[in-house]
């Protein structure tokens, strides 16, 4: 028996015990035709949305051009064409408008996240049922010897259970808090610095360089403090992608007990004074004097650029020092 499309939609999104009557084929026809109604749901209020908040960010631009603001002008300008552009995730807002751009920025997100929870939601509910459905299909044409329609039954079902946009739909609201943030992830702490942050799950519910990032309390030698960092995203933290890298110290190494001994010597006096610190002394008539220090900087894999922050002191009557430079190796190379 055929039925009207309104017909089995209504029946799969609302009426179960009418689905063991169903056939295999209208069992997919009515689920498919119950998942586009609730995608073009969630479309079309996503669509109302960014409609209002393109309208919104008209008015926010026309009032910093008439200000005389040409950054914040030039910013909201740009977010309006992320919106138009359909651009998702979006990335940070730009720090040159972030008081302007901020709160806006929130309170869309917080409406987008509500949507897309919805829709989640709904689409979880639709695929729950399918599958349960298809499952007392498969064991019912087995037991009646329908061998051929409960396997197209079963491949049916691995179809849906391995659907991309249900596995998104099924992870996104454990992710996303009733305030539309997204929930934490990881706790990250810095090489070098030591600087903890929070990372959350970006807008398409992983953990990426898109990431946001957030100061946290830490807690170090018996003390709680909060740490203090710019960054914005997992990639300007760490120094990674395309974003604005936050400069840091990336590695540090101080001698507690104010010695700095070479491992490798060639051509110079080393000794420690209390109050003038490490001593290295060229001997007479050396050329190419030659200091090497043992696991300062580690063993990489790849190139790497270092900083180095150290004092120096020559003693002005010191005429044969030249020239001194740092490289990552030993004497012969």
Same mark, same amino acid.
Request: charged fraction near 25%.
């Given at each position: 028996?055929k039925?009207?499309?309104?017909?089995?939609?209504?029946?799969?999104a609302?009426?179960?015990?009418?689905l063991?009557?169903?056939?295999i084929?209208?069992?997919q026809?009515?689920?498919?035709?119950?998942v586009?109604?609730? @995608?073009e749901g969630?479309d079309?209020q996503?669509?109302t949305?960014?409609?209002?908040?393109?309208?919104a960010?008209?008015?926010l631009q026309k009032?910093a051009?008439?200000?005389?603001t040409l950054d914040k002008?030039v910013a909201?300008?740009?977010?309006?064409i992320?919106?138009?552009e359909?651009?998702?995730?979006m990335?940070?807002?730009?720090?040159t !408008?972030?008081?302007?751009?901020q709160g806006?920025r929130?309170?869309?997100?917080?409406?987008r996240?509500s949507?897309?929870k919805d829709w989640?939601?709904k689409?979880v509910m639709?695929?729950?049922?399918?599958e349960k !459905?298809? #499952?007392? #299909?498969?064991?019912s044409l087995t037991?009646s010897?329908n061998l &051929?329609e409960?396997q197209g039954?079963q491949?049916?079902?691995?179809k849906?259970q391995?659907?991309?946009?249900?596995?998104?739909a099924?992870?996104l609201?454990?992710r996303v808090?009733?305030?539309?943030?997204?929930?934490?992830?990881f706790?990250?702490r810095r090489?070098g610095?030591?600087?903890e942050?929070m990372v959350?799950?970006?807008?398409?519910?992983?953990?990426?360089? #898109?990431s946001?990032?957030?100061?946290?309390?830490?807690q170090?030698?018996?003390?709680r403090?909060k740490g203090k960092?710019s960054?914005?995203?997992?990639g300007?933290?760490v120094?990674v992608?395309?974003?604005?890298t936050?400069?840091h110290?990336?590695?540090d190494?101080?001698?507690e007990?104010?010695k700095?001994?070479?491992?490798?010597?060639i051509?110079?006096d080393?000794n420690?004074?209390?109050? &003038?610190?490490?001593v290295y002394e060229?001997?007479r008539?050396?050329?190419?004097?030659?200091?090497?220090?043992s696991?300062?900087?580690g063993?990489?894999?790849?190139?790497?650029?270092?900083r180095?922050?150290g004092?120096?002191?020559i003693?002005k009557?010191n005429?044969?020092?030249?020239g001194?430079f740092?490289k990552?190796? @030993?004497?012969t190379?």
């Amino acid at each position: 028996m055929k039925y009207p499309i309104h017909l089995l939609t209504m029946v799969f999104a609302s009426m179960t015990v009418w689905l063991p009557a169903l056939s295999i084929e209208d069992l997919q026809f009515s689920y498919e035709a119950a998942v586009l109604e609730a @995608n073009e749901g969630r479309d079309k209020q996503l669509g109302t949305l960014n409609q209002r908040y393109l309208t919104a960010l008209s008015k926010l631009q026309k009032q910093a051009q008439k200000q005389g603001t040409l950054d914040k002008a030039v910013a909201i300008k740009n977010e309006g064409i992320l919106i138009e552009e359909k651009t998702w995730p979006m990335p940070p807002v730009p720090k040159t !408008a972030s008081k302007t751009l901020q709160g806006p920025r929130r309170t869309y997100l917080k409406a987008r996240f509500s949507i897309e929870k919805d829709w989640a939601l709904k689409t979880v509910m639709l695929a729950d049922k399918m599958e349960k !459905a298809l #499952k007392g #299909k498969i064991l019912s044409l087995t037991k009646s010897g329908n061998l &051929e329609e409960a396997q197209g039954a079963q491949v049916l079902l691995k179809k849906i259970q391995e659907d991309p946009e249900l596995a998104t739909a099924r992870e996104l609201p454990s992710r996303v808090m009733q305030s539309g943030k997204s929930r934490a992830g990881f706790i990250v702490r810095r090489n070098g610095d030591n600087l903890e942050v929070m990372v959350r799950y970006d807008s398409k519910g992983k953990i990426s360089l #898109k990431s946001p990032v957030e100061n946290v309390v830490e807690q170090t030698g018996g003390k709680r403090e909060k740490g203090k960092t710019s960054a914005r995203t997992l990639g300007e933290f760490v120094g990674v992608g395309a974003e604005d890298t936050e400069r840091h110290i990336a590695l540090d190494y101080t001698p507690e007990d104010g010695k700095l001994t070479p491992e490798e010597v060639i051509g110079v006096d080393v000794n420690f004074q209390n109050d &003038e610190g490490t001593v290295y002394e060229i001997k007479r008539g050396t050329k190419n004097a030659y200091l090497g220090f043992s696991n300062l900087l580690g063993t990489l894999s790849s190139p790497a650029t270092y900083r180095i922050f150290g004092e120096l002191k020559i003693p002005k009557g010191n005429n044969a020092l030249s020239g001194l430079f740092f490289k990552h190796g @030993n004497s012969t190379g």
